[in-house]
């Protein structure tokens, strides 16, 4: 079965410092989101992707963040100047069209922790 | 925007009977929902769905209702097992806004 996946699974950073976070969605979607979610507390949206460019974002996507999708395939999430409060596990996920029939497809996360 | 709720935190069952875990949503155009579970350490999985035209959707084990009257949800698993432990998180659809997930319920399944 087709499968988002995610690098790093666990990226440990010091606050200042700028992370990329990679995802390689399912290959035939063309809507791509990122999602956060903080120890124990919900899942938040952060960011949808759609047809190079944001379509939508959230007022946690600040200017600190960025998402690209540099060649394709990779569909990337970037930390400029990380924050203790970034510390969380981080969702990417697809979906072949917005309005989600048959909901979207997650990765399985990278846990960022910023000490 | 949408806000959507769970009526509990935690649920312990015991293996073998049935778990009902509970979802309110506040957006009466919310039009399509989804039930997730999130085993430790993954990400959130699809389980089952329902468009608010329907109010049952039954799966494997599972089955779904949707009260639009009162904007509640459930998730009934029949005949619980341990692999169900995890947490099972509604989330909903308001047109193509993104997709609005809840605060999560963690289910333990008692052996």
């Known amino acids: 079965e087709p499968e988002v996946t995610q690098t790093p699974s666990h990226q440990v950073t010091q606050m200042g410092q700028e992370v990329i976070l990679r995802c390689v969605p399912i290959?035939?979607?063309?809507?791509f989101y990122w999602y956060r979610q903080i120890l124990g507390q919900k899942v938040e949206f952060l960011v949808s992707?759609?047809?190079?460019?944001?379509?939508?974002k959230s007022e946690i996507f600040d200017d600190q963040f960025s998402v690209e999708r540099p060649d394709g395939s990779n569909f990337t999430l970037k930390i400029r100047s990380t924050k203790l409060e970034d510390s969380a596990m981080y969702f990417c996920?697809?979906?072949?069209?917005?309005?989600?029939?048959?909901?979207?497809?997650f990765g399985s996360g990278t846990r960022l922790t910023v000490v | 925007g949408e806000s959507v709720g769970l009526h509990l935190p935690t649920l312990s069952v015991q293996e073998g009977d049935n778990s009902i875990i509970n979802c309110a949503y506040s957006?009466?155009?919310?039009?399509?929902f989804i039930w997730y579970k999130q085993e430790s350490g993954k990400g959130p999985q699809f389980i089952i769905d329902?468009?608010?035209?329907?109010d049952k959707r039954q799966g494997q084990r599972v089955t779904v209702l949707l009260n639009k009257t009162v904007k509640h949800l459930s998730l009934q698993i029949a005949a619980t097992q341990p692999g169900d432990s995890a947490v099972y998180f509604c989330a909903v659809f308001s047109g193509n806004t993104p997709l609005v997930f809840g605060k999560g319920t963690r289910l333990s399944v008692i052996a």
């Open positions: 329902i468009r608010s035209n329907m």
């Open positions: 992707f759609y047809n190079n460019e944001i379509s939508e």
């Open positions: 996920a697809s979906a072949p069209q917005s309005g989600g029939m048959g909901g979207y497809t």
């Open positions: 290959s035939n979607h063309l809507y």
């Open positions: 957006n009466s155009a919310s039009d399509y």
